[in-house]
């Protein structure tokens, strides 16, 4: 069994930055593909990006690429966030979730574990 805790969220003005982190405990995430997935009042889930049990491979949606970067560091059981440029239309919920994959995936329905989320509004 893997517990995700997601972190780092927040109230932010369009421009600005924000980090988040997901934890993880009871198993290291060091097995496992991690992504970032998102979802607005109203609106379906929505992949962000992922990255691979290694962290050398990353993976983002068109909306996020080039602001958004994804890392881990696999001796502290942690994945991030970081979150540039951002945009009144990135306010959502985020979630960090876990797949036996190597790769992560842009399917939710492959991944196994999930965080409860970390809510980030972007004010204009």
């Known amino acids: 069994q893997v517990q995700l805790v997601e972190s780092g969220g927040g109230l932010v003005q369009a421009g600005g930055s924000l980090r988040l982190s997901c934890a993880a405990s009871?198993?290291?995430?060091?097995?496992?593909?991690m992504g970032w997935f998102r979802q607005a009042p109203g609106k379906e889930r929505e992949f962000v990006g992922r990255?691979?049990?290694?962290?050398?491979?990353?993976y983002y949606a068109d909306s996020v690429k080039g602001r958004f970067i994804i890392s881990r560091d696999n001796a502290k059981n942690t994945v991030y966030l970081q979150m540039n440029s951002l945009k009144p239309e990135d306010t959502a919920v985020y979630y960090c979730?876990?797949?036996?994959?190597?790769?992560?995936?842009?399917?939710?329905?492959?991944?196994?574990?999930w965080g409860q989320g970390t809510q980030v509004t972007v004010s204009s």
């Open positions: 009871g198993r290291t995430v060091s097995w496992s593909g």
């Open positions: 979730a876990a797949t036996p994959g190597t790769y992560g995936s842009s399917r939710a329905a492959e991944y196994e574990y």
């Open positions: 990255i691979s049990r290694s962290g050398f491979s990353t």
